[in-house]
């Protein structure tokens, strides 16, 4: 698959339209999809002529690379509904396992030793390629550091198939940043919220490459 495969971000919560947002930045057309159609459109129009709209189906068809960037629960939920369109598709998980607290915070809504990846990766579709990325910073620092000068931030990422690694590193290097590979799904639990390779874990903020290798 080349490095100029289509990409398809679904889902407009703050991470989707980040990610939307960066990609058009880097140069790389994004169709964006949603639940409702019109936001999508809006979008669209707002990003400009390397921006385009579709609905979820036809988004997946089309793309190439998939990115869900939708809670974690409506993951399983799309693998259901679109399992046909997903076949030969690379799926990127950006999801983090979570729900507010009743404390204001945010508590993890699956086993503590399990991960999001792991368990998108067991209920994958058929023919699907699963990579764990572009979720392991929070919104904001996917938007104030993108395209950072004169180093770029890490987007760390993972993944078991070294098929799609090369798809996966362009991916996040038109986003704006550095990719660095923590190694295969078993590790999508350092990477995701609390994990202590997140943003909101024990790693604690954006790091380059270097911070990011003394890490691993």
Request: charged fraction near 25%; charge should be negative.
């Amino acid at each position: 698959m080349s490095i100029t495969s289509k990409v398809a971000v679904i889902g407009l919560g703050n991470i989707g339209k980040t990610v939307a947002k960066n990609l058009v930045k880097g140069n790389r057309p994004v169709i964006i999809a949603s639940r409702e159609i019109e936001d999508a459109k809006a979008l669209a129009n707002q990003l400009g002529d390397l921006a385009t709209s579709a609905e979820t189906a036809e988004a997946i068809k089309e793309a190439d690379i998939i990115v869900l960037s939708v809670w974690f629960n409506t993951i399983k939920e799309l693998f259901e509904q679109y399992a046909d369109e997903f076949q030969g598709k690379i799926i990127i998980d950006p999801s983090n396992p979570i729900a507010p607290d009743e404390n204001g915070g945010f508590k993890k809504i699956i086993g503590e030793r399990e991960s999001a990846g792991k368990l998108n990766a067991e209920i994958l579709p058929k023919g699907a390629k699963l990579a764990k990325a572009l979720g392991t910073l929070g919104a904001v620092s996917l938007a104030d550091t993108a395209f950072q000068t004169p180093e770029k931030s890490v987007l760390f990422y993972a993944t078991d198939d070294n098929t799609i690694d090369k798809s996966v590193k362009q991916l996040i290097a038109d986003s704006g940043f550095d990719a660095v590979k923590v190694g295969g799904l078993d590790q999508s639990i350092r990477i995701e919220v609390f994990g202590d390779l997140h943003e909101f874990g024990a790693i604690g903020k954006p790091v380059t490459v270097v911070e990011a290798k003394a890490k691993l």
